[in-house]
């Protein structure tokens, strides 16, 4: 899979070991994982894992989530893309979920809104997707907002562990 999606301002493509260190900045910030119910990360090791994972989530399932790169500054901001989720999560299990996660310093920037936006394209026009899902805490009120106004409907709640979570479903519109 050699896919990469390049938006106005942004280059998503597949995680790459050398993105370890930009990954360790991500989630050694207690502020951006403060709703996922995560422990901030304390070693570049744990980025490393992380990156193997998700490399792993290519070989197998064709997709996961890919490094957000400013093409201003090539440098590595965060995450976004779609995973194919086959743990139980709301009662689910084999679906697609949307996610990203962003440094902290490019919040408010319209990044994520960019990135969503192109990964909603990929889903539905190149993937031809029924439906895609996205799981966000009640509480991050950001991230919320961002699939809402891409027309993400509320289906339930639900709690992923101690964590309340909005379940939200967006159908393909090609497929209407």
Same mark, same amino acid.
């Given at each position: 899979?050699n896919?990469?999606?390049?938006?106005?301002?942004l280059?998503?493509?597949?995680m790459?070991? %050398?993105?370890a +260190?930009?990954?360790?900045?991500?989630?050694?910030?207690? /502020?951006?994982?403060?709703?996922? !119910?995560?422990?901030? =990360?304390? %070693?570049?090791? +744990?980025?490393?894992n992380?990156?193997?994972?998700?490399? /792993?989530?290519?070989l197998?399932? !064709?997709?996961?989530? =890919?490094?957000?790169?400013?093409?201003?500054?090539?440098?590595?901001?965060?995450?976004?893309?779609?995973?194919?989720?086959?743990?139980?999560?709301?009662?689910?299990?084999?679906?697609?979920?949307l996610?990203?996660?962003?440094?902290?310093?490019?919040?408010?920037?319209?990044?994520?809104?960019?990135?969503?936006?192109?990964?909603?394209?990929?889903?539905?026009?190149?993937?031809?997707?029924?439906?895609?899902?996205?799981?966000?805490?009640?509480?991050?009120?950001?991230?919320?907002?961002?699939?809402?106004?891409?027309?993400?409907?509320?289906?339930?709640?639900?709690?992923?562990?101690?964590?309340?979570?909005?379940?939200?479903?967006?159908?393909?519109?090609?497929?209407?």
């Amino acid at each position: 899979m050699n896919l990469i999606i390049q938006t106005e301002r942004l280059i998503l493509r597949k995680m790459m070991i %050398s993105d370890a +260190e930009a990954m360790f900045k991500l989630d050694s910030n207690p /502020n951006v994982v403060k709703y996922l !119910g995560n422990t901030p =990360f304390k %070693s570049i090791g +744990e980025s490393i894992n992380l990156i193997n994972n998700v490399s /792993n989530q290519y070989l197998k399932n !064709g997709i996961g989530r =890919f490094s957000v790169v400013l093409k201003e500054t090539n440098e590595v901001i965060g995450w976004a893309g779609i995973k194919f989720v086959t743990e139980p999560e709301n009662n689910q299990t084999h679906f697609y979920d949307l996610g990203y996660r962003l440094q902290e310093e490019h919040w408010g920037k319209g990044y994520a809104t960019e990135a969503t936006r192109a990964w909603l394209d990929y889903a539905f026009q190149t993937m031809n997707l029924p439906v895609l899902i996205a799981s966000v805490n009640v509480d991050n009120f950001n991230s919320n907002k961002i699939v809402q106004k891409f027309g993400f409907q509320l289906k339930s709640q639900f709690y992923y562990g101690d964590i309340h979570c909005n379940w939200y479903e967006l159908k393909n519109p090609n497929l209407s």
